[in-house]
């Protein structure tokens, strides 16, 4: 042996040369593979034989001596060895780790997230590699030998592609201890069956841990012990929502879920309660006072919070001058306060089917900052001198004073442009002219047409559904938004515009990166089997054939299924400080300005607007690229949870229909191990599993995404339209089960019934040829048994 060689592992096995923690292990061959490992890692100059290994660990036994030289393999399999041809074995310099976050997408595998932004890099790893790391972990992954650039599966699809594969190696941080699910309850123990459809086995209850629970509540767990090879995980009941299945319980449960909270904390609270309601004068001297001009709002019916308005006022020289007024909630909220941290952490907003879980306290959000009608309310303001082809001659930005006349709700403003009579009607007409020529221009230069399908529910008193219809956008909607685009884009404009020097000032921008082009072509490919074209050569192309086809896409059956996929198709938007533009806008600069009473982003906009207006220098980018990584983040998070309130009443409502009832639908995904079909009529997704395709068997066409039947040689294919009847809804896992009916309107029988039904066929065969009876039974019973063998 080499005089360098390692003293005796006590003294090694939990510490590397760089005095990095080695991670705890899980189980004995964890804690021997890892001392191999580290020992191989201090004494990394050099190489190392087998029996070498043996004897630095005094292994003499048949059986460890077996189990050492399979760790080996493995470390050598893993990257973290390199085996030399005369059989020794040297750690490998190379570093073959990365730090991402585990995505559990099914059963069988995960990905591991690293962050670059192109999901196409996330590192595939099987479910059997993942060391006891659930969705939502931030871990250390080894990309296997070999593994680059092959084999694993491509996001978003079940093909086959050039992927990256690894294996988890040490958990960095947990992303969750603690989950919601629902409990069952025996004697001695219960069982928790988690609503995340990441998280796939059952929590463990002891009994003296199931506190109140009682058999089929909704509960929150802490996980006391995550899941290894050799332990399924287990955990405490820490707060029972409820019975399950009932309205507050449920959404209590995707709140908790998510991690998002249900009330403000006291210190928030007190802090809220302190704040005057009264404008000292002393306040309004400092701003531009625009009270004097006739200002409203235009907001959804059931809305609280106005966090914007528009002011109006013809000038002598023919033009208008339009004030985009935004609550100043950075007047109230102040740097190192509990309203502000409090503000940060929640980052959003978040608009669950039922109710808000405001950012800010209600005294604030609904009160103070909101724009309500007939009072004094301070707000940041960009106020623009548009010529009456909606060219800006003149703009300002900075702290104002104003007083609503008069608040509309987007119907009654619509009622009143579409009726040529009612309150401000010269206004509105005036606004919405200007609102088009905006919208127009836009799509000259190139923006795309994001229009997608929004579900709306109406509830009983109790929170059950029961209707559920499309929003539909009018032009009062539209003549909100392209304000609120024009103030978002001039203001990040402006703030660009006041750089000094060779480096830009930093700010909060709302980015768009431009799509993939082989992600573009594959959806141009799937929207063709519709007979949509869509021209990709160019942006100036991609944008004008893109919008055509949502015109024409608009009261199609395929409509909501071929929106979706094309917003998958493109880059999500993000917070950053690197001014890319946003592709989807086709504006060069964007930010987020305009509604800070429910997005931290716009409150930072507001904050740094002021700062350099006051001559402010350029801030720290580093500090702000961190607050825009989380804001990026808690908006994720929010429409997850969004989503999942909307999933649920979905199912919700689906279940309360007759099961004979049958509905139109349309193939949004092909698998293999199924068809998923989005009902018309109520944008409801369930699944149609392949065992319940009972006329044949069928093969799954990856490339083409379809299934082919192998006798019949039938289709189903991306896009197709079908009819279904619902054969389960599971609330827990708000997920739905179909199946298909054939053009005759018969259901289609599923596999494991016909089977069930040949059996008891062949059955009543044999009983009968034993008792004598005709041998047409016979022939029954062994047209039974061929079939079953197909």
């Keep these: 042996m080499r005089n360098n060689r390692s003293k005796p592992r006590e003294q090694h096995s939990r510490r590397s040369p760089q005095n990095r923690p080695v991670p705890l292990a899980d189980s004995f061959l964890d804690e021997m593979k890892n001392d191999i490992a580290a020992f191989f890692e201090i004494n990394s100059k050099d190489s ?27 470390l050598a399999d893993e990257g973290q060895l390199t085996r030399h041809p005369d059989g020794t074995y040297q750690f490998n310099e190379t570093d073959r780790t990365t730090e991402g976050t585990v995505d559990h997408v099914n059963p069988r595998f995960a990905f591991v997230s690293t962050g670059s932004g192109d ?37 978003g699809s079940q093909t086959r592609s050039r992927r990256i594969e690894g294996k988890v190696v040490s958990i960095v941080e947990r992303g969750r201890s603690e989950l919601v699910g629902r409990i069952s309850t025996w004697p001695n123990y219960g069982q928790v069956i988690p609503d995340s459809k990441k998280i796939y086995e059952e929590v463990y209850i002891p009994k003296d841990k199931l506190s109140d629970a009682k058999d089929g509540d909704k509960v929150i767990v802490r996980l006391t012990r995550f899941p290894d090879s050799r332990h399924r995980p287990e955990g405490e009941v820490i707060s029972v929502l409820g019975p399950a299945g009932q309205n507050n319980t449920e959404m209590h449960a995707i709140l908790a879920e998510f991690g998002l909270p249900v009330d403000f904390p006291d210190a928030v609270e007190k802090e809220s309660k302190g704040i005057s309601e009264k404008i000292p004068k002393k306040e309004i001297t400092k701003r531009r006072d625009m009270r004097g001009i006739t200002t409203f709002t235009i907001d959804p019916d059931d809305a609280k919070d106005f966090d914007d308005a528009l002011s109006i006022q ?24 509990a309203l502000e941290d409090e503000a940060f952490k929640r980052g959003t907003s978040v608009y669950l089917v039922d109710r808000v879980v405001p950012m800010l306290p209600e005294k604030l959000s609904n009160n103070l900052c909101s724009l309500r009608p007939n009072e004094d309310k301070l707000t940041f303001s960009a106020v623009f001198e548009l010529t009456p082809d909606a060219k800006i001659k003149k703009e300002w930005f900075g702290r104002t004073v104003i007083h609503s006349d008069r608040r509309f709700a987007y119907e009654e ?18 606004l919405n002219d200007l609102a088009f020529k905006f919208r127009d221009d836009r799509f000259r230069h190139g923006a795309i047409n994001f229009e997608t399908v929004e579900v709306k529910f109406k509830l009983d008193e109790n929170g059950v559904p029961l209707s559920v219809y499309p929003k539909v956008r009018k032009d009062a909607h539209k003549l909100i938004e392209e304000f609120m685009l024009l103030a978002n884009k001039r203001v990040a404009e402006f703030i660009h515009g006041l750089s000094r020097g060779e480096h830009p000032n930093v700010m909060i921008y709302r980015v768009h990166d431009s ?20 021209k990709i050569d160019s942006e100036k192309e991609l944008s004008k054939s893109f919008n055509t086809m949502m015109e024409s896409l608009e009261g199609q059956p395929e409509q909501n299924a071929l929106q979706q996929l094309a917003i998958r198709t493109m880059a999500k938007a993000r917070y950053s400080t690197e001014d890319i533009g946003h592709f989807g806008l086709s504006f060069r600069r964007y930010s987020h300005f305009t509604s800070p009473i429910r997005r931290y982003p716009d409150m930072m906009a507001h904050r740094l607007l002021q700062h350099y207006l006051d001559g402010g220098k350029s801030v720290d980018r580093e500090e702000y690229e961190a607050k825009c990584k989380h804001s990026s983040d808690r908006e994720r998070v929010a429409v997850e949870a969004e989503r999942a309130s909307i999933k649920y009443k979905q199912v919700e409502f689906m279940n309360r229909m007759d099961r004979d009832q049958e509905f139109k639908g349309i193939i949004t995904g092909v698998t293999d191990f199924g068809l998923f079909v989005e009902i018309t009529e109520t944008s409801a997704e369930g699944l149609v599993r392949m065992t319940d395709l009972g006329d044949d068997f069928y093969d799954f066409d990856k490339d083409n995404y379809r299934l082919i039947g192998k006798r019949n040689k039938k289709i189903f294919a991306f896009g197709d339209a079908v009819t279904v009847k619902v054969k389960d809804a599971n609330l827990a896992r708000r997920s739905l089960d179909l199946f298909l009916v054939d053009d005759k309107g018969s259901l289609k029988t599923p596999l494991k019934s016909r089977l069930t039904r040949r059996e008891n066929t062949a059955g009543e065969a044999r009983s009968q040829r034993r008792s004598g009876s005709s041998g047409s039974s016979s022939k029954t019973a062994k047209a039974g048994k061929d079939r079953r063998k197909r």
């Design 48 to 74: 190392f034989s087998q029996n070498d290994v043996l004897d630095n660990f005094d292994i003499v036994d048949r059986k460890t001596k077996f189990i050492a030289h399979g760790l080996l393999g493995e």
């Design 119 to 155: 999901r196409d890099n996330d590192i595939y790893v099987s479910t059997d590699d993942l060391n006891g790391a659930i969705d939502g972990d931030k871990v250390k992954v080894m990309r296997l030998s070999g593994s680059s650039n092959s084999g694993g599966f491509s996001r």
């Design 314 to 337: 013809m000038l002598e020289n023919g033009n208008y001058e339009i004030g985009v007024h935004i609550a100043d909630v950075t007047h109230y909220i102040q740097p190192g306060t």
């Design 413 to 430: 403003a619509q009622d009143i442009v579409d009726r040529g009579h009612g309150d401000y009607l010269e206004e509105l007409r005036l």
């Design 515 to 534: 799509p993939d082009f082989e992600k573009l072509k594959t959806f141009a490919t799937f929207a063709g089997r519709f007979g949509y074209k869509l």
